[in-house]
């Protein structure tokens, strides 16, 4: 029997082969039919430390045998008070507030639901929210309103709501971007939703940490709230523990997940400011934060997100992150003087770079890429004609050295016809 499974991104009418993985042991994947394949994308921006790293595994295992799941409304438990008070000492002191959730797309669908509770309570009128050209947020209803339209929600545009946008700051057009921004919190926006420095969905598009800071200073200037989605760029990714960090950036709420747990089990936090939390602070049962999933803080979840907090205390992840941030610059380099690609870049451990020719999230590039590096044992996924690494922090020097060898490989072969219609 052909499997059930509907997967998420794919196209089934293509038939492409899905392999089954057996078993994850740091930036390796071992698959059914005996291959080993080197994840070069930390399974979607999720795996920090390493696939099945021992203390996170270990932490899941002893809360496992402990308390499973409860309800979080109006009960608690230590896995989850650990993580909000590491939480607490670890991000900006202005973010007093953690509220838990399941994924990405939830935590800001919190943030939004958040922001215009703030203002409903201040009896104030402002509702828009502000989003940044080829910006990612999730794939719920909300995340995908504040993201980028096109071919990935044509279908659900009439669900979508209205929002602002500013383009992107790319180096050189920065003002238009800071103008736009200046205009729709004059006009009184409610909040302003941004991933800092880096927009991951969107083509790894990168921006620099002034810019952000400029954003960030508008946004304050006109009283409208600064979201920070920093579900991918958290967590190291940029080789600071938040990306904001490197712009000195405080937002009133922040988004994580992805790495929240090393990448091992769902879990989100959005952190909220004070004030954020004040406005729905009251004895009336009305104005309290109406959210919640089944699955709020789960035990075993914030057992893992808890024991991800050891590491980062503890520091030496600190190391290793530098240590793949030098490694990116030298391959990408050296891969940039040997090949026609364009617009090289790198935001701390992400490296990413384009294939000239089509653009687009369709390219045809894509599918050719994909499968030749799917042939080689190496997972990258290319975004249209965008290529990037962002492995595990574990990832060997060899096992970086195998990534660009084939990747030089797979840009040699681009140059030769097609040979299987794709
Ligand atoms: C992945 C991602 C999300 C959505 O997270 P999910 O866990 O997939 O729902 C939101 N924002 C950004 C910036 C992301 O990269």
Redesign the pocket.
Known sequence: MTSPIWHPFTQHGLEEAIPTVVKGEGALLHTADGREVIDGISS??VTTHGHNHPPIIEAIREQATKLDQVIFAGWTHEPAENVARGLREMMPDALTRVFFSD??????EVALKMALGYWQAQGARREGIVVMEH??????IG?MSVGERGVFNQAYEPLLFDVAKVPFPAEGAEQACYDALDRACANGAAAFIV?PLVL??GGMLMYSPAVLAEMRSICARHGTLFIA?????GWGRTGTLLACEQAGVVPDIL?L??GLTGGAI?L?VTMASEPIWEAHYSTDRAKMFFHSSSYTANPIACAAAAANLAIWREGSVRDQVATLVERQAKHLSALAADHEIENVRQCGTIAAFDVPGAQGYLADVQPRLLKFFRENDLLLRPLGNTVYVMPPYCISEAQLARVYEVIASALRSLREPAHDGA
Do not use: F, I, L, R
């Open positions: 979607w921006w994924s990405g797309s939830t935590a800001v910006s990612y947020h999730g794939d719920t995340a991933e991951g969905a989605d920093e579900v991918m760029t988004c997940s992805k769902p989100a």
